[in-house]
T-cell receptor, first 114, second 115 residues
Framework: DVKVTQSSRYLVKRTGEKVFLECVQDMDHENMFWYRQDPGLGLRLIYFSYDVKMKEKGDIPEGYSVSREKKERFSLILESASTNQTSMYLC?????????????FGSGTQLSVL | AQSVSQHNHHVILSEAASLELGCNYSYGGTVNLFWYVQYPGQHLQLLLKYFSGDPLVKGIKGFEAEFIKSKFSFNLRKPSVQWSDTAEYFCAVTPFSGGYNKLIFGAGTRLAVHP
């Protein structure tokens, strides 16, 4: 079974801090994704990556950056955390392709920025 | 812009009641369609998907969905819900438009089933 592991289940950070969210998948998937989940808004795509060192902006990339140095690991970085970035962050992965594949999700990281 | 609309944000049912959750999308071309479910405290998981072929697709746990192309809809149904179906349900669509085709999620529907 595919496993997508997010390093933290809960995080509390202060405004202005640099925040790293880590995600690792164990099925050699080409594609990896970062979403944020907010009540009433569903899931919104922040960034995705279809290969090592490759990244593409999603729908809401502002205030975020990503890093994919190894195929199995995809990191989300909040350069200077703000209160409006308080959210549930979900990592996902999928087999390579042009989209439309099934996504496998991690359990999520609930980030609170105070 | 392409979008996915889920008609109900909250649904409350008693056990054994029938369920239908609405989903509409705004794209006229080829699409892949999905329903994902998130049980309390668990990760999102795929409930069912439609890529092509029979527009009536069956998923896990007795769920099914029907793709009606003329209505741009992909409604989720279950004839008789159980307490364990309490969860949040997300409709998602991949519109194929060249390049990498991203998955677009609806806002979700929270279903509460009372014993």
């Amino acid at each position: 079974d595919v496993k997508v592991t997010q390093s933290s289940r809960y995080l509390v950070k202060r405004t202005g801090e640099k925040v790293f969210l880590e995600c690792v998948q164990d099925m050699d998937h080409e594609n990896m994704f970062w979403y944020r989940q907010d009540p009433g808004l569903g899931l919104r795509l922040i960034y995705f990556s279809y290969d090592v060192k490759m990244k593409e902006k999603g729908d809401i990339p502002e205030g975020y950056s990503v890093s994919r140095e190894k195929k199995e690991r995809f990191s989300l970085i909040l350069e200077s955390a703000s209160t409006n970035q308080t959210s549930m962050y979900l990592c996902a992965s999928s087999w390579g392709g042009q989209g439309g594949e099934k996504l496998f999700f991690g359990s999520g990281t609930q980030l609170s920025v105070l | 812009a392409q979008s996915v609309s889920q008609h109900n944000h909250h649904v409350i049912l008693s056990e054994a009641a029938s369920l239908e959750l609405g989903c509409n999308y705004s794209y006229g071309g080829t699409v892949n369609l999905f329903w994902y479910v998130q049980y309390p405290g668990q990760h999102l998981q795929l409930l069912l998907k439609y890529f092509s072929g029979d527009p009536l697709v069956k998923g896990i746990k007795g769920f099914e969905a029907e793709f009606i192309k003329s209505k741009f809809s992909f409604n989720l149904r279950k004839p008789s819900v159980q307490w364990s179906d309490t969860a949040e349900y997300f409709c998602a669509v991949t519109p194929f438009s060249g390049g990498y085709n991203k998955l677009i999620f609806g806002a979700g529907t929270r279903l509460a089933v009372h014993p």
